[in-house]
């Protein structure tokens, strides 16, 4: 298996982007109403010490991805159940993905084109770039980071002189349990999210630089999270804000700047896609990676396509509406994910720990009997 | 090499496939469209019916250049029946995203069930958009106005939007996007209003004006205020960003009227709470230039000055207290906003009053502070002198 | 390769079954070489060079009582006749060998003594000879004597010097290549006056035999680049090679992409700087255009005369040749995803003017643009054929009476002429790049019109992955381009002023990086 590395800047890249992906399109926190930018401000802080967790394992095993420290701490057989486990939980998220994407071009603005046919151009593309491997994948993320991290700063500059401050006020009015609910909701779904980059970004040029990419890189996807929110809410107010599925959407359909410069939603929608596109293709190449290695098979790249394909069967056929969707994300989701963002990578560290510290010891040991 | 290329063809036989046989989803030319500029709504109490006036761009038939107005009328059950309906009279698919006003007559604007599947039909669908600007006829129907247009072959939509944009130096209406709208709609603190429009009738044709403001409780139209009061109220919003305010001259034999133009204008707004009495204090700052001055006196000096000042704070502070008096008092309802300064400024007294804040507001008290500052004197600094 | 020769020559041999002393030759020495007697040797070069008529023998002897026979062979019309008549024939004929010791060989004699010519080997192999004799040069064959002496007299006609047609400049050197090997080289080496220079010939084409020449600087360049092209031109079988643009392709990167891995020229001055970046350089005979790699995305971006002009104005025009590289792509695909599928993301007063303009047009938008794409690519492929000032006039005066007459009849709409016409001039800021820019312009306008701004998009994200995935001779072809280090951004999205630019791109050139050293002009001024 050829190791495919990629330089700290661009599994930055790819964590930002993959933050921003889809959402930036649908606010996630609005459980809180007016202070749903705290509950992402918690989240994100939260989302820091569990990449903190995950930079530590892979610190301690910096040759491997999830899988391959799996197997090492549990053994073969439980190892192999656990792996079969996250391959579906990515699988399974990864089609989430798509169907928020398509969804989203199909309702924003392609309405009469069949969902089908966008959800295949865009998987065409995903498996092309999961085919040409991380290395790609990086590159491709280091280019297009700027660009985009540019017209979200300019969308929300444009977007001042729509704000009201009061649209935020009173601070903390919701009290204390939709916080915690909203603040989960936006650590579920994208920031806690970092595991996947255990199994994505196997690879870095430098070994030591886990904790520095993971922590940047979510710290920096939180932060362009937490802008995106409270632009939103200041410029459509609350009621507005969770009226509607795409906030950001409707925010930029709103810019008007000397009745010259307006009516860009569709350029916004375009950006959001670009790191949408990131999103799916780490998914994708995260699943491909597990089943591959379910089949005991070094190289991921034969199971790319079947995988794509299943992605878009189950897409199809596992929600009948958008409303059902938005309420299964919502009031389902987070508790299906919590084990494998947080429980999971806690007891392996534990394990690993335990193992490392014996293996020390033993070589302590022998050297000095 | 040969399996690839293999592979490229049948892909491309593939793509072409697709093209050719589901043909394109969403791909409509543009010429085979109407493009909405305006529409109307009435309601026709008798058949239990909606009545859609819809302003949109003539073809030309074939010719260069020129593109003029024409306006259709449709019935239907419900609004987007009515909608539907466009199609059969007009034999193309209506293009929405261009629409710019929508005006809706007193009939709707009475009714929730209709104002509400109104407004639920802009924001749901896609093609519409969000900053559509929403008017109120005074007229008896809303579609008289737009059918106005055709007589004198001018698009009345465009005519009125760039009126609307023009809100800053006129100050007689307060433009409302149909997004602000629904916002009012569902927050608490605030009710919203719609800028009303009229037809005038001049010698030579009739034109559409806007000017008043029609006061919504909720989802219903409880009643007007006229282009004056609309200016008030823009005073106890903050919103006010021109305008002209004219003094009676007090010297009645030597002055005549007086205009102020208003460059900047502030109002900051508080409540104060004392002893379970909630009262709301509003501070205006307004700052104006001198435009028109129908008299000798000199205002220059100092003293003139500060007694203008004085008396233009005076004519603000009884504009905006007879205006709050009236919503107060007649129509009952919060288009200040008073509500959301409450629960801003005191949550935990909000949490108790929030119930009965209608009565709360009819009896809310308020302290009106004025203060004029007269900057500049546009080009002149002098009056006109009148020789001997 | 020369095998082959020797194996023609023997079956026809066999075949005609004449001259068997030759044939007898052959088998005694495994070499193909000469033999002592002139006669034979004569009887030898003529077999191989037959029924050619341009060849000439010419026969002559030495002066004094041991006159020695001698004979030249050489090509006419490929050979210098004066230098033959005055610098071997007189020489030899007014020579006298009487003085000449025994101890001496006669070949050694001649060359020191007797022929006056800067460039002479002596060889006994038969194969070199007759291929000397093909490329111009003359051999001379003595009495007695087993080695042939190879004398260069190249003098063939040539194209001057003069400025390349299709890369002009305003300012700037106006020397280009032509269409011979070694004037080439003279002009990349009186450029570079370094040892480290490298030349490096190579023949390329089992028949055609081409000369072509490694350029690179030792000590800049980096070896494995060296060593990978070297692979891949040993690979490279074919019999004949015309132009570099063959070479290019048969070594080239991703041989499916429309884009260039490998850069091509005819400019001396942008090959030195190709050269002094740790670039190498394929000069191949018989073409002007010089092969320079690796080749990056950026350098379709970067003109020389950028480097030459005010820093500034330098980095105006790149930035506008990536804008016009977005046009060129993007135009026609954009206004019809936004016509069709967008139209709420054009402003009102426009969508209605468009909307007066597409009254009567028979054609769906989409295909409007292709016709009229094509019809563009027609009238400059039709113009670029045509002589300079009559082409240029029927390309204009016919795109404008053409685009004029089509509005008038209701063929296509007015701004569908000024979209077309838009992409096709934005196609000339970079001139190298039309091949990829037609492919991009059509998928792009396809994938427009099935989604929209979102097929646009789809192409969009298609094309980068295809860039960034591949490479030139192991770099990354994208490399540097998107970068906003400021380190790296010097020479890629703007031109930085020359004495900022101390170090050379890195991975190109890892052994010597600085361009500069201390206490150049620019750190005197500032």
Same mark, same amino acid.
């Given at each position: 298996?050829?190791?495919?590395?990629?330089?700290?800047?661009?599994?930055?890249?790819?964590?930002?982007?993959?933050?921003?992906?889809?959402?930036?399109?649908?606010?996630?926190?609005?459980?809180? #109403?007016?202070?749903?930018? &705290?509950?992402?401000?918690?989240?994100? $802080?939260?989302?820091? !010490?569990?990449? =903190? +967790? /995950?930079?530590?394992?892979?610190?301690?095993?910096?040759?491997?991805?999830?899988?391959?420290?799996?197997?090492?701490?549990?053994?073969?057989?439980?190892?192999?159940?656990?792996?079969?486990?996250?391959?579906?939980?990515?699988?399974?998220?990864?089609?989430?993905?798509?169907?928020?994407?398509?969804?989203?071009?199909?309702?924003?603005?392609?309405?009469?084109?069949?969902?089908?046919?966008?959800?295949?151009?865009?998987?065409?593309?995903?498996?092309?770039?999961?085919? #040409?491997?991380?290395?790609? &994948?990086?590159?491709?993320?280091?280019? $297009?980071?700027?660009? !985009?991290?540019? =017209? +979200? /700063?300019?969308?929300?500059?444009?977007?001042?002189?729509?704000?009201?401050?009061?649209?935020?006020?009173?601070?903390?009015?919701?009290?204390?349990?939709?916080?915690?609910?909203?603040?989960?909701?936006?650590?579920?779904?994208?920031?806690?999210?970092?595991?996947?980059?255990?199994?994505?970004?196997?690879?870095?040029?430098?070994?030591?630089?886990?904790?520095?990419?993971?922590?940047?890189?979510?710290?920096?996807?939180?932060?362009?999270?937490?802008?995106?929110?409270?632009?939103?809410?200041?410029? &459509?107010?609350?009621?507005?804000?969770?009226?509607?599925?795409?906030?950001?959407?409707?925010?930029?359909?709103?810019?008007?700047?000397?009745?010259?410069?307006?009516?860009?939603?569709?350029?916004?929608?375009?950006?959001?896609?670009?790191?949408?596109?990131?999103?799916?293709?780490?998914?994708?190449?995260?699943?491909?990676?597990?089943?591959?290695?379910?089949?005991?098979?070094?190289?991921?790249?034969?199971?790319?396509?079947?995988?794509?394909?299943?992605?878009?069967?189950?897409?199809?056929?596992?929600?009948?509406?958008?409303?059902?969707?938005?309420?299964?994300?919502?009031?389902?989701?987070?508790?299906?994910?919590?084990?494998?963002?947080?429980?999971?990578?806690?007891?392996?560290?534990?394990?690993?720990?335990?193992?490392?510290?014996?293996?020390?010891?033993?070589?302590?040991?022998?050297?000095?009997? | 090499?040969?399996?690839?290329?293999?592979?490229?063809?049948?892909?491309?036989?593939?793509?072409?496939?697709?093209?050719?046989?589901?043909?394109?989803?969403?791909?409509?030319?543009?010429?085979?469209?109407?493009?909405?500029?305006?529409?109307?709504?009435?309601?026709?109490?008798?058949?239990?019916?909606?009545?859609?006036?819809?302003?949109?761009?003539?073809?030309?038939?074939?010719?260069?250049?020129?593109?003029?107005?024409?306006?259709?009328?449709?019935?239907?059950?419900?609004?987007?029946?009515?909608?539907?309906?466009?199609?059969?009279?007009?034999?193309?698919?209506?293009?929405?995203?261009?629409?710019?006003?929508?005006?809706?007559?007193?009939?709707?604007?009475?009714?929730?069930?209709?104002?509400?599947?109104?407004?639920?039909?802009?924001?749901?669908?896609?093609?519409?958009?969000?900053?559509?600007?929403?008017?109120?006829?005074?007229?008896?129907?809303?579609?008289?106005?737009?059918?106005?247009?055709?007589?004198?072959?001018?698009?009345?939509?465009?005519?009125?939007?760039?009126?609307?944009?023009?809100?800053g130096s006129i100050s007689k209406f307060h433009a409302v996007p149909i997004w602000q709208f629904i916002d009012r709609i569902a927050a608490d603190g605030i009710s919203p209003t719609i800028p009303t429009v009229h037809k005038t009738l001049t010698e030579y044709k009739t034109m559409s004006e806007i000017f008043g403001t029609g006061v919504f409780n909720k989802t219903k139209l409880v009643g007007w205020l006229n282009g004056a009061e609309t200016m008030s109220y823009l005073w106890v919003i903050g919103k006010l960003k021109g305008g002209i305010l004219v003094l009676q001259g007090n010297d009645s034999n030597e002055t005549g009227k007086m205009s102020l133009e208003i460059q900047k204008n502030r109002t900051k707004?508080?409540?104060?709470?004392?002893?379970?009495?909630?009262?709301?204090?509003?501070?205006?700052?307004?700052?104006?230039?001198?435009?028109?001055?129908?008299?000798?006196?000199?205002?220059?000096?100092?003293?003139?000055?500060?007694?203008?000042?004085?008396?233009?704070?005076?004519?603000?502070?009884?504009?905006?207290?007879?205006?709050?008096?009236?919503?107060?008092?007649?129509?009952?309802?919060?288009?200040?906003?008073?509500?959301?300064?409450?629960?801003?400024?005191?949550?935990?007294?909000?949490?108790?009053?929030?119930?009965?804040?209608?009565?709360?507001?009819?009896?809310?008290?308020?302290?009106?502070?004025?203060?004029?500052?007269?900057?500049?004197?546009?080009?002149?600094?002098?009056?006109?002198?009148?020789?001997? | 390769?020369?095998?082959?020769?020797?194996?023609?020559?023997?079956?026809?041999?066999?075949?005609?079954?004449?001259?068997?002393?030759?044939?007898?030759?052959?088998?005694?020495?495994?070499?193909?070489?000469?033999?002592?007697?002139?006669?034979?040797?004569?009887?030898?070069?003529?077999?191989?060079?037959?029924?050619?008529?341009?060849?000439?023998?010419?026969?002559?002897?030495?002066?004094?009582?041991?006159?020695?026979?001698?004979?030249?062979?050489?090509?006419?019309?490929?050979?210098?006749?004066?230098?033959?008549?005055?610098?071997?024939?007189?020489?030899?004929?007014?020579?006298?060998?009487?003085?000449?010791?025994?101890?001496?060989?006669?070949?050694?004699?001649?060359?020191?003594?007797?022929?006056?010519?800067?460039?002479?080997?002596?060889?006994?192999?038969?194969?070199?000879?007759?291929?000397?004799?093909?490329?111009?040069?003359?051999?001379?064959?003595?009495?007695?004597?087993?080695?042939?002496?190879?004398?260069?007299?190249?003098?063939?006609?040539?194209?001057?010097?003069?400025?390349?047609?299709?890369?002009?400049?305003?300012?700037?050197?106006?020397?280009?290549?032509?269409?011979?090997?070694?004037?080439?080289?003279?002009?990349?080496?009186?450029?570079?006056?370094?040892?480290?220079?490298?030349?490096?010939?190579?023949?390329?084409?089992?028949?055609?035999?081409?000369?072509?020449?490694?350029?690179?600087?030792?000590?800049?360049?980096?070896?494995?680049?060296?060593?990978?092209?070297?692979?891949?031109?040993?690979?490279?079988?074919?019999?004949?090679?015309?132009?570099?643009?063959?070479?290019?392709?048969?070594?080239?990167?991703?041989?499916?992409?429309?884009?260039?891995?490998?850069?091509?020229?005819?400019?001396?001055?942008?090959?030195?700087?190709?050269?002094?970046?740790?670039?190498?350089?394929?000069?191949?005979?018989?073409?002007?255009?010089?092969?320079?790699?690796?080749?990056?995305?950026?350098?379709?971006?970067?003109?020389?005369?950028?480097?030459?002009?005010?820093?500034?104005?330098?980095?105006?025009?790149?930035?506008?040749?990536?804008?016009?590289?977005?046009?060129?792509?993007?135009?026609?695909?954009?206004?019809?995803?936004?016509?069709?599928?967008?139209?709420?993301?054009?402003?009102?007063?426009?969508?209605?003017?468009?909307?007066?303009?597409?009254?009567?047009?028979?054609?769906?938008?989409?295909?409007?643009?292709?016709?009229?794409?094509?019809?563009?690519?027609?009238?400059?492929?039709?113009?670029?054929?045509?002589?300079?000032?009559?082409?240029?006039?029927?390309?204009?005066?016919?795109?404008?009476?053409?685009?004029?007459?089509?509005?008038?009849?209701?063929?296509?709409?007015?701004?569908?002429?000024?979209?077309?016409?838009?992409?096709?001039?934005?196609?000339?800021?970079?001139?190298?790049?039309?091949?990829?820019?037609?492919?991009?312009?059509?998928?792009?306008?396809?994938?427009?019109?099935?989604?929209?701004?979102?097929?646009?998009?789809?192409?969009?994200?298609?094309?980068?992955?295809?860039?960034?995935?591949?490479?030139?001779?192991?770099?990354?072809?994208?490399?540097?381009?998107?970068?906003?280090?400021?380190?790296?951004?010097?020479?890629?999205?703007?031109?930085?002023?020359?004495?900022?630019?101390?170090?050379?791109?890195?991975?190109?050139?890892?052994?010597?990086?600085?361009?500069?050293?201390?206490?150049?002009?620019?750190?005197?001024?500032?």
């Amino acid at each position: 298996m050829n190791k495919e590395v990629i330089s700290d800047k661009q599994g930055i890249s790819i964590i930002i982007l993959y933050m921003v992906g889809t959402s930036s399109i649908f606010m996630t926190a609005l459980e809180a #109403e007016k202070d749903s930018w &705290l509950a992402i401000i918690m989240a994100l $802080f939260m989302a820091l !010490i569990v990449a =903190f +967790i /995950l930079a530590r394992i892979k610190t301690l095993f910096p040759e491997d991805d999830l899988f391959q420290i799996i197997e090492k701490c549990f053994g073969k057989f439980l190892g192999k159940g656990i792996i079969l486990l996250y391959t579906g939980y990515l699988f399974y998220t990864g089609v989430l993905v798509l169907m928020n994407i398509t969804q989203f071009i199909n309702i924003s603005s392609l309405d009469e084109t069949p969902e089908i046919i966008i959800r295949v151009a865009l998987m065409l593309l995903c498996v092309w770039i999961v085919k #040409e491997g991380m290395e790609v &994948l990086g590159r491709w993320s280091e280019f $297009f980071v700027i660009p !985009i991290i540019g =017209f +979200i /700063l300019i969308f929300i500059c444009l977007s001042i002189p729509k704000m009201n401050i009061h649209h935020l006020f009173p601070i903390l009015s919701v009290g204390i349990t939709p916080m915690i609910h909203a603040t989960h909701f936006v650590f579920a779904f994208p920031l806690g999210e970092t595991v996947i980059f255990t199994i994505a970004i196997s690879q870095l040029s430098v070994k030591k630089s886990y904790y520095k990419v993971y922590m940047t890189g979510v710290l920096i996807g939180g932060i362009i999270l937490l802008v995106i929110c409270l632009t939103n809410l200041l410029v &459509l107010g609350i009621n507005i804000t969770s009226g509607v599925y795409f906030q950001t959407h409707l925010t930029a359909s709103l810019i008007d700047i000397g009745g010259f410069l307006q009516r860009i939603e569709a350029v916004m929608t375009v950006v959001l896609i670009l790191a949408g596109f990131i999103k799916l293709s780490i998914y994708l190449l995260a699943t491909s990676m597990g089943v591959a290695k379910i089949f005991g098979r070094p190289d991921y790249r034969f199971v790319v396509t079947p995988v794509a394909l299943l992605m878009i069967n189950l897409s199809v056929i596992l929600f009948d509406s958008i409303m059902e969707f938005m309420k299964w994300d919502v009031e389902i989701w987070p508790y299906f994910s919590l084990p494998f963002q947080v429980i999971f990578p806690i007891i392996i560290l534990i394990i690993a720990e335990a193992k490392k510290k014996r293996t020390k010891n033993s070589i302590r040991e022998q050297t000095c009997p | 090499m040969k399996k690839l290329f293999l592979k490229m063809i049948v892909l491309i036989l593939i793509a072409a496939n697709v093209f050719m046989v589901s043909g394109c989803w969403n791909y409509r030319e543009i010429d085979e469209m109407e493009i909405i500029l305006g529409a109307a709504i009435d309601y026709d109490e008798k058949s239990n019916k909606v009545i859609l006036t819809a302003e949109y761009v003539k073809r030309s038939g074939g010719g260069e250049g020129e593109v003029g107005p024409e306006v259709v009328k449709t019935e239907g059950e419900n609004v987007f029946d009515a909608v539907r309906n466009l199609v059969i009279k007009t034999g193309r698919k209506a293009l929405w995203s261009h629409t710019k006003v929508l005006i809706i007559s007193e009939d709707v604007a009475r009714r929730k069930e209709q104002l509400i599947s109104i407004m639920d039909w802009v924001q749901r669908l896609t093609e519409t958009r969000d900053d559509i600007w929403i008017l109120l006829s005074k007229e008896k129907t809303a579609g008289e106005i737009l059918e106005m247009g055709i007589e004198a072959q001018k698009m009345v939509s465009m005519d009125l939007t760039d009126l609307l944009k023009n809100e800053g130096s006129i100050s007689k209406f307060h433009a409302v996007p149909i997004w602000q709208f629904i916002d009012r709609i569902a927050a608490d603190g605030i009710s919203p209003t719609i800028p009303t429009v009229h037809k005038t009738l001049t010698e030579y044709k009739t034109m559409s004006e806007i000017f008043g403001t029609g006061v919504f409780n909720k989802t219903k139209l409880v009643g007007w205020l006229n282009g004056a009061e609309t200016m008030s109220y823009l005073w106890v919003i903050g919103k006010l960003k021109g305008g002209i305010l004219v003094l009676q001259g007090n010297d009645s034999n030597e002055t005549g009227k007086m205009s102020l133009e208003i460059q900047k204008n502030r109002t900051k707004r508080k409540v104060n709470y004392s002893e379970g009495e909630i009262t709301m204090q509003l501070d205006i700052k307004t700052t104006v230039r001198i435009a028109e001055i129908g008299g000798e006196v000199n205002y220059m000096d100092e003293s003139a000055t500060e007694k203008l000042e004085n008396d233009a704070a005076e004519l603000i502070q009884k504009r905006v207290d007879d205006v709050i008096t009236k919503v107060q008092q007649a129509y009952h309802s919060d288009i200040f906003g008073f509500a959301g300064v409450v629960e801003r400024e005191l949550p935990d007294e909000w949490e108790k009053i929030k119930r009965d804040w209608d009565q709360v507001f009819t009896d809310l008290k308020t302290d009106i502070n004025v203060e004029v500052e007269i900057r500049e004197s546009a080009l002149k600094s002098k009056p006109i002198k009148v020789g001997e | 390769m020369f095998k082959n020769i020797k194996d023609r020559i023997m079956n026809k041999k066999r075949n005609e079954n004449i001259n068997e002393n030759i044939t007898e030759n052959i088998t005694e020495h495994e070499a193909w070489e000469l033999n002592q007697s002139l006669d034979k040797n004569k009887a030898l070069l003529q077999t191989i060079l037959d029924n050619d008529d341009m060849v000439t023998f010419r026969d002559f002897e030495t002066k004094g009582k041991a006159s020695l026979k001698c004979f030249i062979v050489c090509v006419n019309g490929m050979v210098n006749n004066e230098m033959i008549n005055e610098n071997i024939i007189q020489p030899v004929t007014n020579a006298s060998l009487d003085e000449i010791s025994k101890q001496t060989k006669i070949t050694d004699a001649f060359i020191n003594k007797i022929i006056v010519s800067n460039s002479i080997t002596k060889t006994s192999d038969v194969n070199q000879l007759v291929c000397s004799v093909l490329y111009g040069d003359t051999i001379l064959l003595i009495e007695n004597e087993t080695e042939a002496l190879i004398i260069d007299t190249k003098g063939w006609g040539m194209r001057g010097i003069s400025e390349p047609l299709a890369e002009r400049v305003v300012r700037g050197p106006r020397e280009g290549f032509t269409e011979s090997v070694m004037p080439n080289l003279a002009l990349i080496r009186k450029r570079i006056s370094n040892p480290d220079l490298k030349f490096q010939f190579k023949e390329i084409g089992v028949r055609t035999k081409t000369k072509t020449c490694l350029c690179y600087i030792n000590g800049l360049v980096n070896p494995k680049i060296l060593q990978e092209l070297m692979e891949r031109l040993d690979d490279i079988n074919i019999d004949g090679i015309t132009d570099s643009g063959m070479i290019e392709e048969l070594i080239k990167d991703a041989p499916l992409s429309p884009f260039a891995t490998i850069g091509n020229t005819e400019r001396p001055d942008v090959v030195v700087s190709k050269l002094l970046e740790g670039r190498i350089a394929l000069v191949c005979d018989g073409t002007p255009f010089v092969l320079t790699l690796p080749y990056l995305f950026i350098e379709y971006f970067q003109a020389n005369e950028d480097y030459y002009n005010n820093y500034i104005y330098g980095s105006i025009n790149r930035l506008l040749k990536g804008f016009g590289f977005f046009l060129s792509t993007s135009v026609p695909a954009v206004y019809v995803a936004l016509i069709t599928f967008h139209q709420e993301m054009i402003p009102t007063p426009l969508i209605l003017s468009v909307f007066a303009a597409r009254q009567g047009i028979p054609f769906p938008t989409v295909v409007e643009a292709v016709i009229m794409l094509i019809a563009f690519e027609i009238l400059r492929e039709g113009g670029i054929r045509l002589p300079g000032p009559i082409g240029s006039a029927i390309g204009f005066v016919g795109a404008l009476i053409i685009g004029q007459a089509a509005v008038e009849a209701k063929f296509v709409s007015a701004p569908m002429i000024i979209i077309v016409a838009l992409t096709g001039i934005s196609n000339f800021l970079v001139p190298k790049m039309f091949g990829p820019l037609l492919v991009m312009r059509l998928l792009f306008l396809i994938s427009a019109s099935f989604l929209g701004l979102f097929g646009y998009l789809f192409g969009v994200i298609g094309l980068f992955i295809h860039l960034m995935s591949i490479r030139s001779f192991g770099l990354p072809y994208m490399l540097h381009t998107g970068d906003l280090k400021m380190q790296d951004i010097k020479d890629t999205t703007i031109r930085a002023p020359w004495w900022t630019m101390k170090n050379r791109p890195k991975l190109l050139a890892n052994e010597d990086s600085n361009r500069q050293f201390t206490g150049n002009l620019g750190k005197k001024e500032r």
